[in-house]
Nanobody, 124 residues
Framework: QVQLVESGGGLVQAGGSLRLSCAAS????????MGWFRQAPGKEREFASS????????YYSDSVKGRFTISRDNTKNTVYLQMNSLKPEDTAVYYC?????????????????WGQGTQVTVSS
């Protein structure tokens, strides 16, 4: 399996921006569909975004669409999540995940490798 490490989380005011990174090791990232999930305290893990192996297809949940942008650089084995216009309700631990099954970008299933998560806190 691929190993994933997220970074870039932190504390930001509402309306601000953050860029999360997910660095992969152990296997080449181009073999995987990649996704970002998030989990707020007391809530279930939410599927936020996904990107195909070549980066040509993306998916966003309604809660982040228009504000977040997922991208990948397979030469750097890294996936990114650019988060703009952040809201307090975006506060959560953000996880990146890898799907070797290459399900469609809208599919929340298929991910079998996970990072440890990075905390994002948005103050009002």
């Amino acid at each position: 399996q691929v190993q994933l490490v997220e970074s870039g989380g932190g504390l930001v005011q509402a309306g601000g921006s953050l860029r999360l990174s997910c660095a992969a090791s152990g296997r080449t990232l181009s073999l995987y569909r990649m996704g970002w999930f998030r989990q707020a305290p007391g809530k279930e893990r939410e599927f936020a975004s996904s990107i195909s192996t070549g980066g040509f297809s993306t998916y966003y949940s309604d809660s982040v669409k228009g504000r977040f942008t997922i991208s990948r650089d397979n030469t750097k084995n890294t996936v990114y999540l650019q988060m703009n216009s952040l809201k307090p309700e975006d506060t959560a631990v953000y996880y990146c995940a890898a799907d070797p099954n290459l399900y469609s970008t809208w599919n929340r299933n298929g991910f079998n490798s996970w990072g440890q998560g990075t905390q994002v806190t948005v103050s009002s």
